[in-house]
């Protein structure tokens, strides 16, 4: 695996690739890597000549600072792990390479950031949308992969993606999950024993959120017993429950033929997400 810091030395070394016709494939990620991780690199390895991951802790998408400093930092296991892949080309620049001034652009996506995630974390799309367009400039891959763990932020990908015509097509990919249903997350690392088995209440809440929906009960009443649920477990506290058009993320109140449940909260400091489309089986 060719390993760049350096944003020219990846242009150059990409540049050679395109005038071969080779297609590129790119996942962008924070590093931590974990099956869901890989899941994203077999799939770009199957669908073109060269896959580029990038390791990239952007500070310009955490709302809180204590989140950033604490995010676990693995480059050695990583790099392990994109070999054990066949991964051809890794990126992890430095803060600085990305962010040589401060940047000044903000980027907002009306009402697909004002609920959930960007209504609790207040300018993270921003910066994520930030991050993903130099990343795609700087790579200009024939396809770009994200996974569906973060189902907002590949809502808000695919509007950047339209609303400035990157000519990258965009492919998700469904959840991995630990044997015992917790999605797979790179914050999951920060969790000690006794957290990790409380943190499998998220699923199970979606889980219980879906049966009644499906048995008719009101999403009001479902919200709150998922409150009761949640707040049980010693040192857990529900952000939000929400149920959603996935095609816009539009509130609902009801099940259609694309909705999707979203949760959000905190065991002890560690803050976790999750979702679960309501027609999948
Ligand atoms: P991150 O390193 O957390 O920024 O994630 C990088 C990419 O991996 C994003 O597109 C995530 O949605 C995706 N991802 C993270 N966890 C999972 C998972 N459990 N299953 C599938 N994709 C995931």
Redesign the pocket.
């Known amino acids: 695996m060719q390993i760049f810091n350096e944003i020219g030395e990846l242009r150059a070394f990409l540049a050679q690739k395109k005038s071969s016709n080779y297609s590129i494939g790119f996942?962008?990620?924070?590093?931590?890597?974990?099956?869901?991780?890989l899941?994203?690199i077999q799939a770009s390895k199957k669908e073109n000549d060269i896959t580029v991951c990038s390791i990239f802790v952007n500070p310009t998408q955490f709302n809180n600072p204590s989140d950033l400093e604490k995010y676990p930092r693995t480059l050695e296991k990583d790099i392990a792990l994109l070999e054990s892949e066949h991964c051809d080309v890794l990126f992890c620049p430095t803060p600085a390479e990305m962010y040589p001034n401060q940047a000044s652009i903000r980027l907002s996506f009306g009402d697909l950031e004002t609920v959930m995630e960007g209504k609790f974390r207040p300018g993270h799309f921003s910066g994520v949308a930030l991050v993903v367009s130099k990343l795609l400039h700087i790579v200009e891959p024939t396809r770009a992969?994200?996974?569906?763990?973060?189902f907002q932020?590949?809502k808000i990908v695919e509007q950047l993606v339209k609303d400035l015509n990157f000519n990258a097509e965009i492919k998700s990919?469904?959840?991995?999950?630990e044997p015992d249903g917790l999605?797979?997350?790179?914050r999951n690392m920060r969790l000690n024993a006794a957290q990790r088995e409380v943190a499998i209440i998220f699923y199970k809440t979606l889980l219980f959120a879906k049966e009644q929906l499906l048995e008719g009960v009101d999403f009001a009443v479902i919200q709150k017993q998922a409150h009761a649920m949640v707040e049980q477990q010693p040192g857990v506290k529900l952000e939000y429950l929400e149920l959603a058009d996935a095609s816009n993320l539009k509130l609902m109140q009801h099940v259609t033929e694309n909705t999707v449940l979203l949760i959000a909260g905190y065991v002890g400091e560690v803050r976790l997400i999750d979702n679960l489309l309501m027609n999948e089986n």
């Not at 931590?32 to 991780?37: K, M, P």
């Not at 992969?145 to 973060?150: A, E, I, L, N």
């Not at 999605?183 to 790179?186: D, E, F, G, L």
């Open positions: 996942v962008p990620t924070m590093g931590a890597l974990h099956q869901g991780h899941a994203l992969y994200f996974g569906q763990k973060d932020q590949l990919i469904s959840i991995y999950r999605a797979m997350s790179s």
